[in-house]
């Protein structure tokens, strides 16, 4: 007798016919092949992965940080605007981290979401980042803890968003009506709305490009990674990722793509495939590279280059996740680092804390 799914109801039996089909969820070990399925899955990775006429916009000094706002091409679109922060003391080289913002259905701003540039936080960003950070720009503290903190906009967000015109017409006519005579009057609101229902198109054509919306988010946060480490105030051989969240999402596939990462720290984004069946299925298009569950599960890409250092944040009460997948993933990715010789490389950690984007 099959189990029944609610979410699926007269097509519950779907699940055991899928397993029937082909073995999904196999345990992808870490180490070059289990990589290079992932690239394979991923796409959009064999060409170079360098910024492109890159442009220092501003500089600034405000609160013991001194920062910079910088431009580059990725080789399409629109050019990615980024924040570079560091402790106004720095002397030399100093560790270098990529911090990765939030998807959070929140695609207005990028980069804002937290870091503070040289002018006075917006109140929608206040207001935002009272939840999931605790009203701090947790870039910007990272910086004063002595770092070299890269905080860029990737593809869908801020500098690298789709304008709202041209997500309504590509949009079927029935969403785009309806949201034209919503209520919404809020011009921020109203896009990060538009912007749910578009990412659904966006993946679409990804899957017809030959990629997914993972590879080519994971993609830009190479090329800034790369840009990064091209900077002289940067030790090149001492630079990590951290993300919350959707952010938690990029960490993850940053680790697993680009050899560079010396550790890696992923805050709220860590499940197993198995326990997102009939629970809440309310997340980016990025948690699901087309194909990946035949290879392997989504902690083995978090692990992929186990033993590099990797820490990871659990709220046991977060409604996107069940806190048995938490548990479930965080079983995996200790014997993956556990075989591989080094188990205290692998941090896990549990908060009793309420859900977040």
Request: charged share 20%; with cysteine.
């Amino acid at each position: 007798m099959f189990e029944h799914y609610q979410h699926l109801g007269v097509f519950s039996d779907w699940v055991d016919a899928a397993r029937r089909q082909q073995s999904i969820y196999p345990i992808a070990v870490p180490g070059p092949q289990t990589r290079s399925l992932i690239f394979d899955v991923l796409g959009f990775c064999h060409e170079e992965e360098n910024p492109l006429e890159v442009k220092i916009e501003s500089k600034w000094e405000k609160d013991g940080i001194v920062g910079e706002e910088v431009s580059w091409s990725v080789g399409y679109g629109p050019r990615t605007h980024a924040y570079v922060l560091k402790p106004a003391n720095a002397k030399g080289s100093i560790p270098g981290i990529v911090a990765l913002h939030d998807h959070s259905d929140f695609k207005f701003y990028g980069k804002e979401k937290i870091a503070d540039g040289p002018e006075k936080t917006l109140s929608t960003l206040i207001d935002f980042r009272q939840i999931p950070y605790s009203g701090r720009a947790y870039a910007n503290a990272l910086a004063r803890e002595g770092f070299v903190v890269l905080v860029h906009d990737v593809f869908l967000w801020g500098s690298r968003r789709f304008p709202l015109e041209t997500m309504m017409e590509t949009m079927g006519s029935k969403t785009a009506d309806l949201l034209r005579t919503s209520q919404i009057s809020d011009e921020v609101e109203l896009y990060n709305t538009a912007a749910y229902f578009h990412e659904h198109w966006v993946s679409k054509y990804c899957n017809i490009l030959g990629t997914n919306m993972a590879g080519v988010v994971s993609f830009e946060d190479r090329v800034a990674l790369n840009y990064l480490r091209s900077r002289a105030d940067v030790n090149s051989k001492s630079i990590g990722c951290i993300g919350l969240s959707g952010g938690g999402n990029r960490a993850a596939l940053l680790n697993a793509t680009h050899e560079s990462i010396r550790a890696a720290v992923i805050i709220g984004l860590m499940t197993t495939y198995p326990a997102l069946l009939d629970h809440n299925m309310s997340h980016t298009w990025m948690l699901f590279p087309f194909g990946w569950s035949r290879h392997g599960d989504w902690p083995d890409i978090a692990a992929s280059r186990a033993p590099s250092p990797l820490l990871v944040q659990y709220n046991i009460q977060d409604e996107l996740f069940t806190e048995d997948g938490m548990r479930e993933a965080h079983m995996r990715l200790q014997n993956h680092y556990w075989n591989v010789g080094k188990p205290d490389a692998y941090v896990g950690q549990f908060y009793p804390r309420s859900a977040q984007i």
